[in-house]
C-alpha cells in the first residue's frame, strides 16, 4: 500500500538538507472557482471518503461495545456491506488504480507499491521504507511515486474516473488521493527542502480533477484556511487535511458531483499496534459525526449528498518476532543470486525481488534463471501460502511445503459468481475453490475473486515472474524491506486482508457487485446513467 511511505521519504530527505522552512505554494484560486458543480436540479453529489485499513470486524466489535454512535447511525440508516472485495495486491497504490479506473492491475498497469520493470531494467518503488529508498536512491523514489506515477505508469489507453465526468460536463476532486488523473491542469508546488537536494524541480506540470488538494504539494486552500501541512503533520496527507478541506467545501457550497477524499490515519496505527486496535476507529466515528454536522445534521447531508465510506484492505496480524514471522527471500533463494536494492545487475545476479508486505514478485532478470528452481526452493518453506506463475495462457499455483497444484485459465465452461467463465485443472484446494459439477458453477471461499485477481497480477505486467504470498502471520522480506512483527500487514490474496466494509448513506442503489473494481461503475451510474466510458 501507498501508506504514507512516499512521504517519510520526503521527510528523510530534510536530514539531508540545512535549508530551513518550506516553499508555499501559491494560492490556486481557478480550483475553487471551477470546482463547484453546475446546478443539477433532484441530482445529489457523491462523496466518497476511504479510510485506508478500514475493516468490518472492528466496526462490528466498537459498535458491541457502544463506542462508534456515528458509524451505528450510518448503518442503520443506510446500506453495509461487509464483504467488498479489493484489488491485488492488496496495496492502496493498486487498490486506488483500480478504483479510479475501474479495472484490476492487467488493465491499470500499477502490479504494486513496488514492482520491477523489465522494459527499463529498473525497480520501481513509490515508497515501501526508508531503507529501501536509501539503497534504490531518492531521486529515482521521490521522480517515480510524485510524477511518473500518475504521468506514464498509469495506463494512458484506461480513462480514470475524473476524465469520464469531465467528458460528461461534471465536475470532480480528489483531496489527498495518490491517483488522480484527470483533465484539468494543475501545478505541484514542490518545497525548497525537497527539490534543493534531489533533482525534482521546484513545479511539476499535472492533470487531475478540476479540484486536486494533495497535501502541501498541492493546497488550493492557502490562503483561505489553515490546513495542518507542515512535516510533523505529515505534510498535510492526515485525517484533519482531509475532514477539513471536505468541510470547507460544504460550508461554502463548493461541493463537485464526485469528491473522493482519502483518510491515511488507521493505516498507520494499525501496522503498529495490530488489526484489533480501536483506537483510530473511533477518531474516525468523532469526524464522521463531525462531518455531518456541518451539513447542519444528519437528515439534512441525507437530502443533498451520497456519501459512501469503505476501507481498501484489511490486515493480517503479524506474529511477534520470537515466533519467526519474516520470509527471508533473499536467504531461501541464495543471497548471493538475488540482486540488492539499488545494485547494478550483473551476470551473476539471477533474481530481483518487490516485497510487498506479505506478497512478493520474484523476477528472473538473468536468461539463466530457473523459475522452476526458484519455485522448488520457496516450496519447502512452510510459512509460504502459495507460490504462482504463468505459462503459455495458463496461470499455476501451487501451496508452500504441500504437492497440491492447480492451473487454470480465462474461458471456459464454469462460471463463478462474478459472472467470469474458467478452465482449470488440477486440485482446486490449493486456490480454496469449489466446482459445482450439476451447474458448472464455482465457489470462492478463504481467497474472493482468486481466479480473475491472482490472473491479473500475473498479467499487470511483461517478463518472467512468481508470486509468492505469505500464510497468515507471516511477511516476506528483501535485505531492507519494512518489518511489521507483532503489528499489522496486507499485501496478500487471503480474505482477512481482501474483504473490506462499504457503507452507502443516502441511496438504495448498490453496485452490480460487490468488489472495488465494479465501483466506479457504479459512482458513473449514480451520477447520470447517460454517461459514456470506456470499459
Known amino acids: 500500500m501507498w501508506k504514507l511511505r512516499w512521504l517519510r521519504v520526503l521527510s528523510l530527505i530534510l536530514l539531508w538538507t540545512l535549508v530551513a522552512g518550506c516553499q508555499h505554494a501559491k494560492p490556486k484560486e481557478e480550483d475553487l472557482i471551477r470546482i463547484k458543480s453546475v446546478n443539477r436540479e433532484h441530482n445529489k453529489k457523491v ?54 479506473t475501474g479495472r484490476y492491475p492487467d488493465g491499470h498497469r500499477i502490479p504494486g507499491l513496488t514492482w520491477y520493470s523489465g522494459t527499463d531494467r529498473k525497480t520501481v518503488n513509490y515508497g515501501t521504507g526508508p531503507l529501501e529508498v536509501l539503497q534504490q536512491g531518492i531521486d529515482p523514489v521521490l521522480a517515480d511515486a510524485v510524477i511518473h506515477l500518475n504521468s506514464t505508469h498509469l ?4 480513462s480514470t474516473i475524473y476524465e469520464d465526468l469531465a467528458r460528461s460536463g461534471l465536475k470532480s476532486g480528489s483531496i489527498n488521493g495518490l491517483i488522480y488523473r484527470g483533465s484539468a491542469n494543475h501545478t505541484l508546488s514542490v518545497p525548497g527542502w525537497i527539490h534543493g537536494p534531489s533533482s525534482l524541480p521546484k513545479q511539476i506540470h499535472v492533470k487531475g480533477p478540476d479540484l486536486l488538494a494533495l497535501g502541501t504539494l498541492s493546497n488550493p486552500f492557502e490562503g483561505f484556511i489553515d490546513m495542518p501541512t507542515g512535516l510533523g503533520n505529515r505534510m498535510g496527507i492526515n485525517n484533519d487535511y482531509s475532514m477539513k478541506a471536505l468541510k470547507y467545501l460544504i460550508k461554502d457550497g463548493k ?77 531461501i533463494l541464495g543471497d548471493v543470486r538475488v540482486l540488492s536494492p539499488g545494485e547494478t545487475a550483473t551476470k551473476d545476479k539471477e533474481f530481483t525481488l518487490a516485497v510487498n508486505e506479505t506478497m ?5 532478470i538473468h536468461e539463466k534463471a530457473s523459475l522452476e528452481e526458484a519455485v522448488t526452493l520457496l516450496h519447502q518453506d512452510s510459512r509460504i501460502d502459495f507460490i504462482a506463475w504463468q505459462d503459455q495462457g495458463w496461470v499455476y499455483a501451487v501451496q508452500g511445503s504441500a504437492s497440491k497444484q492447480l492451473r487454470y485459465k480465462a474461458g471456459g465452461t464454469l462460471t463463478d459468481p462474478y459472472k467470469q467463465t474458467w478452465t482449470l485443472e488440477g486440485d482446486l484446494k490449493v486456490l480454496d475453490v469449489e466446482a459445482n459439477d450439476t451447474n458448472h458453477t464455482l465457489i470462492y471461499g478463504e481467497y474472493p475473486d482468486v481466479l480473475k485477481r491472482l ?34 500487514g496486507h499485501g496478500s490474496i487471503r480474505s482477512a486482508e481482501s474483504l473490506v466494509p462499504l457503507i452507502i448513506y443516502g441511496s438504495d442503489q448498490k453496485p ?13 451510474d449514480l451520477l447520470t446513467k447517460k454517461i459514456q466510458y470506456n470499459e
Open 455 to 488: 490472473s491479473s497480477a500475473m498479467n499487470s505486467q511483461t517478463g518472467r515472474f512468481l508470486v509468492v504470498t505469505a500464510k497468515p502471520g507471516y511477511e516476506l522480506s528483501d535485505k531492507s524491506s519494512p518489518s511489521h512483527k507483532g503489528g499489522g
Open 47 to 100: 462523496i466518497l471518503l476511504v479510510a485506508d485499513s478500514l475493516m468490518s470486524q472492528t466496526i462490528d466489535y466498537g459498535m458491541r461495545q457502544n463506542e462508534l454512535p456515528t458509524f451505528r447511525y450510518l448503518i442503520e440508516h443506510g446500506q453495509y456491506y461487509k464483504d467488498l472485495v479489493s484489488s491485488f495486491p492488496t496495496m492502496s497504490v493498486s487498490i486506488d488504480s483500480t478504483l479510479i
Open 512 to 524: 452490480q457487485f460487490l468488489r472495488i473494481v465494479d465501483l466506479k461503475a457504479y459512482f458513473l
Open 360 to 364: 512478493a514478485y520474484v523476477y528472473a
Open 155 to 158: 495506463n494512458p489507453k484506461v
Open 255 to 331: 461541493l463537485p458531483d464526485f469528491l473522493y477524499v482519502y483518510l491515511p490515519d488507521l493505516d498507520q496505527e494499525l501496522h503498529k499496534n495490530g488489526p484489533s486496535s480501536l483506537k483510530g476507529v473511533k477518531a474516525l466515528d468523532d469526524q464522521l459525526h463531525s462531518l455531518l454536522q456541518t451539513f447542519g445534521s444528519p437528515d439534512q447531508a441525507l437530502q443533498e449528498v451520497i456519501l459512501v465510506i469503505m476501507g481498501d484492505s484489511g490486515m493480517t496480524q503479524i506474529l511477534p518476532a520470537n515466533q519467526n514471522p519474516e520470509i527471508d527471500l533473499p536467504s
